[in-house]
């Protein structure tokens, strides 16, 4: 069984700091993507990495691919009132049928 | 380009009753995918269709949910009878194709309370 942990579960910073979330696993994963979603609304995708030890920076966030594709981190600089939601990760399943293994999820409160 | 459109937004009932969610995908969208999401957990996908064809339904509760998507562009999930542990946000989700590469668009969910 495919699993993705995330961590931490709840993140309350101010505004200005910097923060990394992890998504771990150990199965490897032939993709993966960040997802944000924000109260009453449904997940919103902000990136897909492939390849092993990529890096992709999407203005002030920028994401990571683990080398061996088991696990990924997402860092916010200089993290703003907007950023506040629920991030998750989500891992394309070895059976490629486009379904997804979602971690639990990391609430972000980012206070002005 | 619309969105994925899901209906009701917000339902509750009584454990044991029967309920009914709505879901239109972007037009022209193949696959189709329910999730249920608990408080707390992230989602967990329910039913996957390709056109009016069933994927993946391998975590489906068949004895109490079903779901449907005859001509191959609306869906809609069934719970006959609810149990409390129901309680979730029921998200529908769309993409071109399946495959882990296509990027599922997801609607804005369907809260259902059991009581």
């Known amino acids: 069984t495919q699993l993705l942990e995330q961590s931490p579960q709840f993140l309350s910073i101010q505004e200005g700091e910097n923060l990394t979330v992890y998504c771990n696993s150990s199965?490897?994963?032939?993709?993966l993507q960040w997802y944000r979603q924000e109260p009453g609304e449904g997940p919103v995708l902000l990136v897909t990495?492939?390849?092993?030890?990529e890096v992709k920076k999407l203005k002030r966030l920028t994401f990571q691919f683990g080398d061996a594709r088991k696990d990924s981190s997402l860092h916010i600089t200089a993290a703003q009132p907007g950023d506040t939601g629920l991030y998750l990760c989500?891992?394309?399943?070895?059976?490629?049928?486009?379904?997804?293994?979602f971690g639990q999820g990391t609430t972000l409160q980012v206070k002005p | 380009e619309a969105g994925v459109a899901q209906s009701p937004r917000y339902k509750i009932i009584e454990k044991r009753q029967s309920v009914a969610f709505w879901c239109n995908p972007i037009?022209?969208?193949?696959?189709l995918y329910w999730y249920q999401q608990i408080l707390g957990q992230g989602p967990k996908l329910l039913i996957q269709?390709?056109?009016?064809?069933?994927?993946?339904d391998s975590q489906l509760p068949k004895d109490r949910f079903s779901a449907e998507r005859l001509k191959g562009v609306d869906s809609t999930l069934k719970i006959q009878p609810a149990k409390l542990e129901d309680s979730a946000v029921y998200l529908c989700?769309?993409?071109?194709?399946?495959?882990?590469?296509?990027?599922?668009?997801f609607g804005p969910g369907t809260r259902l309370t059991v009581l």
């Open positions: 037009s022209g969208h193949a696959t």
């Open positions: 990495v492939v390849t092993g030890g």
């Open positions: 989700a769309s993409s071109w194709a399946s495959g882990g590469y296509n990027e599922q668009f």
């Open positions: 269709f390709q056109n009016n064809g069933v994927v993946d």
């Open positions: 199965s490897v994963f032939s993709s």
């Open positions: 989500a891992g394309a399943s070895s059976s490629n049928t486009g379904k997804l293994i």
